[in-house]
Every structure is written in C-alpha cells, then in structure tokens.
C-alpha cells in the first residue's frame, strides 16, 4: 500500500508503518480519524519555521539557566556564570542617583530650611524627598493624604498647636511632643478637672456647652462662660483663640483634635488625653528633617516667619 502523505512531506517515525489511514480528497491530506458532524479533522504538521523557533527556546532557555540566575535552592540559588544579579544592577543605579544628586543633598544638609525654600530647585528637591520621608515615618498617624485622625492633627489646614513656620514645624519634628526621650520636647498638660476634684459633673458639662459656643456650635451658657474664665481662659484664651507657646488649641474654630460631640468635649475636660509625637531629630539625619518641614509646610497651612510678613509690608 502506497504511504499516503509521504509526497505532502509529512514526517513518519523511521520503522513504522506507513499511513494507511483515511485522505481528505479535495486537499490530499490525511485525516486524525476525528470527525464531528461531518466535519473531519486533517493531520496537517506544523510549518517547518515554528518548529525550528520552538527548539531554539529550549536552546535559550538552557542557555540562560547556564549563565543567569534561575534555579532555586533551599537557602539560596544558582548564581550562573556570568554572576549577573538584579539587586546589584538596583545597587549601581541608586549609588549613580544618590552620586547626582549628592551636590544638592548637601546644600540642604547645610542650609538654613529657610534658604533651602528660596531656591526653586532646592525647594522641590526637598519636597519630594520629604514626600518620601512621609510616607515611611509619618503617615501611620497622619495618613497617607496629611489630613490626620482623631486625636492626631490635620497637617493640611492652618491650624496649629505650636506655630506653622518653617523654624516651628522644624522644631516640633526635632524634639517631638511629650517624648520622654528629649528635654527639649514640646510639652503641654490640661488638668484634669472632673477626675481631680477640681469641678463637679454639672460644672464640666456647662463649660463643655460653652466650648461649643466658642465655635458657633453651640447656645451659650453664662454658667460655663464664668467657669472657663476661672479655669480656662489662661492657657486657651479669653475668646478661645489659644496660645501656641503653651501648645493649647484654639477653641474658637471649627477645628477639632478629637471631636465636636459635647459628650467628648466633657470627657476631655474630666480626664483629658495627651498624646505624643517622637522626636526625630533621634531618628533621621538633619537633611531629611529639612524635607519634612518643607514638606509639612507646603501641604497647604504653613506661616510665614515674623521676618518675612515684615519684608512683605
């Protein structure tokens, strides 16, 4: 019997039997034997070229295990010959970028933040590398977009415990708030009025009301008005316009560090919380310091120094 398909250069295993299978008549090729409705499937091979490219594959791939790192192992893996590795390759591109940008990472370790803000290119270097400071250090308590949470601050409004210049925000980042670790940490504490004695329950509740009347948030209350002039009015004002060298909130906005909630504004006053700010200056060199400040400053309710509201008039 004729091998049928031996003229279509169909391949055939050396020793096997010649195709005695069906031939599709129109094209003279071999069928699989398949067939569905009517419709025969034809044993045509593949194009020389695809099989010439798909052996090539095998070659490279063994090729790269070869020479590459590709095959791991318990501990590690193997190195290949070349001893190419991707984290080196990452190694030599930081060390050429850190390299570049060296000349002005020291200008901003050496200048004062207020010079650094006066250079256009200093400024967004600074910037963007106190973006990145942020979102390492910062933003657990923050947040990731700077608009804080309750009982950590907003740092995108204007409202600020402690002053909102540059030499302010510096300063607060150095030594922290409340952190035990710095003598020179801001540091501010409220009485506790209702767990120390000093004001009874109906007297806390009308100096909350009161707060809230400071803020247009609530009717006033004569009651509460007499008692924040005796108990209050030192540290957060007359008018509640706060005193940021005594790190006291002003409590005549609409700015809330916890809440606006009366039931809130009681508990601070009966037991207050006080929270804590690391100092950073222990943590992070002092250039990356200057570009938090300049980032921190820039977010939207940074001040400007007493000099430069002077120079502007």
């Known amino acids: 019997m004729t091998d049928i398909g031996a003229d279509k250069g169909f391949p055939r295993v050396p020793g096997s039997e010649p195709y005695r299978g069906e031939v599709d008549q129109p094209t003279g090729t071999p069928t699989t034997g398949h067939e569905w409705?009517?419709?025969k499937e034809l044993n045509t091979p593949m194009p020389r070229w695809w099989l010439w490219v798909f052996y090539a594959t095998h070659v490279?791939?063994?090729?790269?295990?070869?020479?590459?790192?590709?095959?791991?192992?318990?501990r590690d893996?193997?190195?290949?010959?070349l001893g190419w590795h991707s984290r080196s390759e990452v190694a030599q591109d930081l060390s050429a970028a850190e390299t570049e940008r060296a000349a002005l990472y020291a200008q901003i370790r050496d200048l004062p933040v207020e010079e650094i803000v006066k250079n256009d290119e200093l400024r967004e270097t600074a910037f963007r590398g106190g973006f990145s400071a942020f979102k390492v250090n910062c933003v657990q308590c923050h947040g990731a977009d700077a608009s804080g949470s309750p009982g950590f601050a907003n740092l995108q409004d204007d409202d600020w415990l402690w002053g909102g210049t540059l030499a302010d925000i510096q300063t607060t980042i150095?030594?922290?708030?409340?952190?035990?670790?710095?003598?020179?940490?801001?540091?501010?504490e409220m009485p506790a009025f209702g767990r120390d004695g000093i004001l009874e329950r109906p007297q806390i509740q009308a100096v909350a009301r009161h707060v809230l009347a400071l803020s247009k948030s609530g009717e006033e209350d004569a009651e509460g008005a007499e008692l924040y002039v005796q108990n209050c009015a030192s540290c957060h004002g007359e008018g509640g316009e706060?005193?940021?060298?005594?790190?006291?909130?002003?409590?005549?906005?609409?700015?809330?560090?916890?809440?606006?909630?009366?039931?809130d504004i009681e508990r601070q006053?009966?037991?207050?919380?006080?929270?804590a700010m690391p100092a950073w200056g222990q943590r992070l060199d002092p250039a990356t310091i200057k570009q938090l400040t300049v980032y921190v400053h820039e977010l939207g309710g940074g001040e400007a120094s007493t000099e430069e509201e002077a120079a502007t008039q």
């Open 37 to 39: 409705d009517g419709i």
């Open 60 to 74: 490279f791939a063994l090729a790269y295990m070869i020479l590459y790192p590709s095959i791991p192992l318990l």
């Open 77 to 81: 893996g193997t190195t290949g010959l």
């Open 174 to 188: 150095t030594h922290g708030v409340r952190f035990a670790g710095d003598e020179e940490t801001r540091y501010s």
């Open 242 to 263: 706060g005193n940021r060298e005594m790190g006291a909130p002003k409590l005549n906005d609409a700015v809330w560090l916890y809440s606006s909630a009366l039931t």
């Open 269 to 275: 006053i009966n037991s207050p919380r006080h929270g």
